[in-house]
């Protein structure tokens, strides 16, 4: 009796005992949280790679709006990475580039011949392809499991096909031929799935170099077509009327573009670090690409056409210059420096009753001081992680020295009246 008893409860074990271990596998949360891990990964170097190109993108709109783009596809990997720490909870601290599944993809990517080419194979090849797999994942039978993680990938699926469609209107969109970089682009994409499946190499160890890979990074970032480029930096002055510093200021404010684009070019270039790190430095990145549009509100309730009022691209060629642990001191420095004046401006802009001005005024300041914390942060994990030698404040001091004995001497105007006023260059 007690053997026919035993041979019953066998009977209804042996479904799951006959099961293999590798499907054994592929029913528990540690393999669901890999495979999250996977995708998170991947989009975390797609947009390290948008945001690489990013600087050399010819048309204005475009240039801005994929600033926007590149920290909303942030957000879905946070949220993705937080979902992974409770399922597998082996999240590295690191995020290392060369690890990533699909980077065979990442790498080919960084190939393209110029950033219409990148943005056309992204939004036309490589995203579509990453959002079948993952509609593919939310499956039926997980929707009570891993009840968790469907809204985190509905959402990623939305954002995806709203970014895809949005691309298809973009001239940008048409652009693409049958090169052989390109079938090669589609190649790897179809194979992605399998990629993203694989087993994660974990005996990597952090790279702390910078990176380089193909066409990136891009040492001269483009002048949009349509736009005047200012060779010497923001013309005017901020010493005349209030209606000159107003223009002065706002036009200063369009220039913002290169530190959006200095920015951007870090974070494809960083060594590894941190995940964290990228996220805030694409929302570094967002910040100062809305910074840029603050100038372009103010010209324009001001008559003035931003285009003819033209843009330069000294600071960002200058600071690709430098590595990019100097090149991040150089721009959180920069912003911890020009407090007063932008004080300054707040108040002038309240006495003259702008409330354009000074909205954009409280808005900066509050964005920057917290791209001053981001510097703070990030800045002595850098130092570590490329085993730089020099504190905290020698790299400060060295930004700040660099910034008055290189930078300035190229900046004509602002050389010129850099020893009066410390307020920092425009860009």
């Not at 499991?145 to 973009?170: G, M, R």
Request: proline share 6%; with cysteine; charged share 30%.
């Amino acid at each position: 009796m007690l053997s026919k008893k035993r041979q019953i409860v066998n009977m209804n074990e042996t479904p799951v005992e006959n099961l293999q271990s590798q499907n054994r596998d592929l029913l528990s949360p540690r393999h669901r949280g890999d495979f999250l891990r996977a995708v998170a990964d991947f989009e975390t170097e797609l947009f390290r790679v948008e945001a690489g190109f990013l600087p050399g993108l010819k048309r204005w709109n475009l240039k801005r709006e994929l600033g926007e783009l590149i920290f909303r596809d942030a957000r879905k990997v946070q949220e993705l990475r937080i979902r992974c720490r409770e399922l597998d909870g082996s999240a590295s601290a690191i995020h290392r580039a060369d690890a990533v599944r699909g980077y065979d993809l990442i790498q080919k990517l960084c190939h393209a011949p110029d950033a219409e080419n990148a943005f056309f194979a992204l939004f036309s090849i490589i995203k579509p392809a990453l959002r079948d797999i993952v509609q593919v994942s939310v499956r039926e039978d997980l929707r009570v499991f891993d009840a968790p993680s469907v809204p985190i990938l509905e959402d990623n699926i939305l954002e995806l096909n709203k970014q895809i469609t949005w691309a298809a209107k973009q001239p940008e969109s048409q652009s693409g031929d049958s090169s052989p970089w390109l079938k090669e682009i589609e190649t790897l994409s179809s194979q992605l799935a399998d990629a993203l499946s694989s087993k994660r190499d974990r005996a990597l160890p952090p790279n702390p170099e910078a990176r380089k890979i193909g066409s990136l990074p891009l040492l001269c970032s483009s002048i949009p077509e349509g736009i005047t480029e200012c060779h010497s930096g923001t013309p005017g002055s901020k010493e005349g009327e209030y209606p000159e510093r107003a223009l002065y200021h706002a036009h200063n404010f369009l220039m913002e573009i290169q530190a959006a684009e200095s920015c951007a070019s870090l974070l494809f270039e960083a060594p590894d670090m941190p995940w964290e790190f990228y996220f805030d430095l694409s929302r570094h990145m967002w910040d100062e690409m809305r910074h840029c549009e603050f100038g372009e509100l103010k010209l324009s309730a001001l008559g003035k056409d931003f285009r003819e009022m033209g843009i330069s691209n000294t600071a960002y060629v200058m600071r690709q210059t430098i590595d990019p642990l100097d090149r991040y001191a150089a721009l959180t420095t920069q912003e911890a420096d020009a407090f007063p004046g932008k004080h300054a401006g707040l108040k002038d802009a309240i006495k003259h009753a702008d409330e354009l001005s000074a909205r954009a005024w409280s808005y900066d300041i509050a964005d920057e001081t917290q791209h001053v914390r981001y510097g703070h942060k990030w800045i002595p994990v850098m130092i570590e992680q490329t085993n730089d030698p020099r504190s905290f404040e020698q790299v400060k001091q060295d930004a700040e020295n660099w910034r008055r004995n290189v930078l300035a001497a190229v900046y004509s105007p602002t050389a010129r009246t850099f020893a009066k006023d410390p307020a920092p260059l425009a860009g």
